[in-house]
């Protein structure tokens, strides 16, 4: 395969996995049937997101991509995890600002990270086999494509263990990073994938509720009934795979996952790494990629890691990273003055001064690196949507307090 299509595979990964978390949040936890049918991006959701906003599927995905990169291809599972907790904390690589949003077992998993220093903190009942593990994993099959896929197979597993160490999760992080490897380089057709039971990609000793997934004889199953974007990894990819099978084209299948509502942004995630790898980049609507928040940093991720997997240097992205580190810790100094305290805003006009402030600074950089502009466009967002809140909150009747005269 050429490279060039091999790069857009990794393109169509990574942006893919951003695409659908974005797609599906304007409709998350929603019945479907109970929203006007999705077709592109759209405000709304859970958390009132704007288009092109993601949520933490997206937001850990590139935590795990950052690590790698800032690692030279390294798996540092100490590192992840700090990136983990500092996307808790303080709101690292969300589309808002703030962590709005994380799953009780990947929770659990870096509070035990926290205090016992174990990497492979997370829970190993059953019942830790959320779709928390599968919903970030693009970078680590990225990683490996070009490199050894057992051991490839492995880092997926172990991935999953960080915080959800049910068999059910580290089975289906095995079976999913297969699939996207033998896509991202070429070795696997779709009819193939449908074709072959999990020991075709060197998958094996699996449960009887993963193996069952390939080949999964999915046009026997329908939606609703047999299908549905369900929290629980085994049924989030398989809702993802049926989704794949029922179509021919990205759009299409990403759109038929949103639309059947509830888990819809991660299931959508995982679709949209699995198809995303398969079709490549061009295939995804250049308006979808054009309104993803920080869409230039999502590429730029995906580049460094198919420098890396290719063993090439990496270097060319290190301006871009430094500068948007840096709009990150300014826009959160602002964030900030939105919690109670001496320095908390008062009024509209005190946030758009600093907001003003912040977009000059920032503006005066795109000579620098010319692709900030992406970066502010994707901050102005955050801005928006924080504005929104502070407007409703300043022209909130306040109540009087006083003691009775008598």
Same mark, same amino acid.
């Given at each position: ?21 974005? /797609?599906? *949040? ?28 993601? !949520? ?49 077992? !990947? ?8 205090? !016992? ?45 960080? !915080? ?35 020991? *075709? ?67 959508? *995630? ?6 995303? *790898? ?18 230039? /940093? ?17 270097g060319e992205n290190k301006t871009l990273y430094s500068l948007f580190n840096e709009m990150e810790f300014s826009y959160g100094e602002i964030y900030r003055r939105f919690s109670p305290g001496p320095r908390m805003y008062s009024s509209v006009s005190q946030f758009d001064s600093d907001v003003e402030a912040f977009k000059e600074t920032y503006s005066n950089k795109v000579e620098e690196e010319p692709r900030i502009h992406n970066i502010l466009q994707g901050f102005e967002k955050g801005f928006n949507k924080a504005r929104k ?18």
């Amino acid at each position: 395969m050429a490279e060039d299509n091999v790069q857009r595979k990794y393109l169509g990964c990574l942006l893919g996995l951003a695409v659908g978390d974005a /797609l599906g *949040a304007a409709v998350e936890c929603m019945p479907a049937g109970s929203f006007e049918r999705v077709e592109g991006m759209r405000d709304g959701g859970k958390y009132g997101l704007l288009p092109g906003q993601w !949520t933490d599927d997206t937001s850990l995905a590139l935590c795990m991509a950052e690590s790698i990169i800032e690692n030279q291809g390294e798996l540092v599972y100490d590192d992840i995890h700090h990136k983990f907790r500092e996307y808790y904390e303080r709101g690292h690589l969300t589309s808002t600002g703030e962590c709005f949003d994380i799953g009780k077992c !990947t929770l659990q998993g870096m509070n035990k990270y926290k205090s !016992t220093k174990e990497v492979f903190s997370g829970g190993t009942e059953d019942y830790c086999s959320g779709n928390g593990s599968i919903m970030r994993l693009a970078p680590i099959p990225m990683l490996f494509a070009k490199k050894d896929h057992a051991e490839g197979i492995n880092r997926c597993a172990e991935s999953s263990k960080l !915080t959800h160490g049910g068999r059910f999760a580290v089975q289906c992080c095995q079976l999913q990073g297969s699939i996207i490897m033998k896509f991202l380089n070429g070795s696997l057709s779709k009819e193939e994938l449908f074709s072959n039971g999990p020991e *075709a990609l060197g998958v094996a000793d699996l449960s009887d509720e993963v193996s069952c997934l390939l080949p999964g004889n999915y046009g026997d199953k329908t939606f609703p009934g047999d299908i549905v974007n369900s929290g629980f990894s085994v049924k989030a990819l398989e809702a993802a795979l049926w989704a794949f099978f029922h179509t021919e084209d990205f759009s299409s299948g990403v759109l038929k996952v949103v639309n059947m509502g509830d888990d819809a942004d991660t299931v959508a *995630a995982i679709y949209g790494q699995i198809a995303g *790898a398969y079709y490549g980049v061009q295939a995804i609507p250049q308006d979808w990629i054009d309104t993803i928040s920080y869409r230039v /940093l999502i590429e730029a991720n995906a580049s460094d890691i198919y420098a890396l997997a290719s063993g090439q240097s990496i270097g060319e992205n290190k301006t871009l990273y430094s500068l948007f580190n840096e709009m990150e810790f300014s826009y959160g100094e602002i964030y900030r003055r939105f919690s109670p305290g001496p320095r908390m805003y008062s009024s509209v006009s005190q946030f758009d001064s600093d907001v003003e402030a912040f977009k000059e600074t920032y503006s005066n950089k795109v000579e620098e690196e010319p692709r900030i502009h992406n970066i502010l466009q994707g901050f102005e967002k955050g801005f928006n949507k924080a504005r929104k809140t502070l407007e409703q909150r300043c022209n909130r009747p306040k109540l009087a307090f006083g003691f009775p005269k008598k």
